[in-house]
C-alpha cells in the first residue's frame, strides 16, 4: 500500500513539474527599454603618475603582517650572481630580491633593521639560508640599504609580509 500512495505522489509531481515547464516555454518574455533602469556607478580617483627608478620594486597596495622579530640576515656573496635561484630566476646583487626558507617564491615581504629603523621591500626569489641560525639572505643591494655598519655581514631584522 505505501508503495503504490508512494509511486502516485511521484507521478502526480513529475506532471505538475512538466506541466509547469510547458507553460513557462510557451510564453514570450519581453523587457521594455523603458521598464529598464540603467544604474552606473562613478568612482572618481586622482591619479599622479609616478617616476620610477630602475632598481625600485614597485609594491601593490595592502597591508604588512608581522612575521618575526630578532630574525638574522645576511646577504649573498657576489659569485652567486648571474646563477639560477630555485625559483628559476637569475640572480642579481642589485636587485631586492631574498631567499627564505617557507615564503612562497614572489612573496613581498618588508625588512626592518630593528637598530635604525631602516627598511626594504623585497621579493622572495630562493630557498635558503642554510646556515643555522640564519632567517633570510637578501640581496647586496638590499643589504646594504637598510645597514648603517657597510663593514658587517649580518644585521637583527623584522620580518613582515605584505597580504593583498
Known sequence: ??????????LANFGLVSGQSAIINSKKF???KD?????????????TPVTIAP?????ETGKFV?????AHASYYHDKFNGKRTAS????DNQKLTAAHRKFPFGTKLKITNEANGKSVIVEVIDRGPFARGREIDLSKKAFMDI???KSSGAVIVKIE???K
Do not use: C, Q
Open 88 to 91: 628559476g630566476k637569475r640572480f
Open 161 to 163: 609580509e605584505l597580504r
Open 147 to 149: 645597514t648603517s655598519s
Open 1 to 10: 500500500m505505501k508503495k503504490i500512495i508512494t509511486l502516485l505522489f511521484i
Open 35 to 47: 521598464t529598464v533602469k540603467k544604474t552606473t556607478k562613478v568612482v572618481e580617483k586622482e591619479f
Open 66 to 70: 608581522f612575521f618575526k622579530k630578532n
Open 55 to 59: 632598481d625600485t620594486t614597485a609594491v
Open 30 to 32: 519581453s523587457i521594455n
